[in-house]
Nanobody
Framework: QVALRESGGASVQSGGSLNLSCVVSGYIYNVHDLGWFRQGPGKEREEVAIIARDGFPSVADSLKGRFTISRDLRKSTLYLQMTSLKTEDTGMYYC?????????????WGQGTQVTVSA
């Protein structure tokens, strides 16, 4: 059974850093992709970063250089390191899982963790 649980969200000042974690149950590293998404106030949900089953990471172009995605297979945990945070990074951050098959959708989601960045 797949379950995802995020943690690490907090209120920080602009320029600060946060590390988010997502513990994943039912994760099979060579079958599934993992990803981070976010939804800011009044905005649509957007993709932040994905780590594929082969471990290859990809970060949204607008966030490259500030955000880093990684995973610890022994702990079945996904991470998101965020630095130089800006007020526009405020939002609910979610981790998600999908099969790596072509056309697969993000079927499983966590409850989210809130990140608030103040000026």
């Amino acid at each position: 059974q797949v379950a995802l649980r995020e943690s690490g969200g907090a209120s920080v000042q602009s320029g600060g850093s946060l590390n988010l974690s997502c513990v994943v149950s039912g994760y099979i590293y060579n079958v599934h992709d993992l990803g981070w998404f976010r939804q800011g106030p009044g905005k649509e949900r957007e993709e932040v970063a994905i780590i594929a089953r082969d471990g290859f990471p990809s970060v949204a172009d607008s966030l490259k250089g500030r955000f880093t995605i990684s995973r610890d297979l022994r702990k079945s945990t996904l991470y998101l390191q965020m630095t130089s945070l800006k007020t526009e990074d405020t939002g609910m951050y979610y981790c998600a899982l999908r099969r790596s098959d072509a056309g697969s959708t993000w079927r499983y989601w966590g409850q989210g963790t809130q990140v608030t960045v103040s000026a």
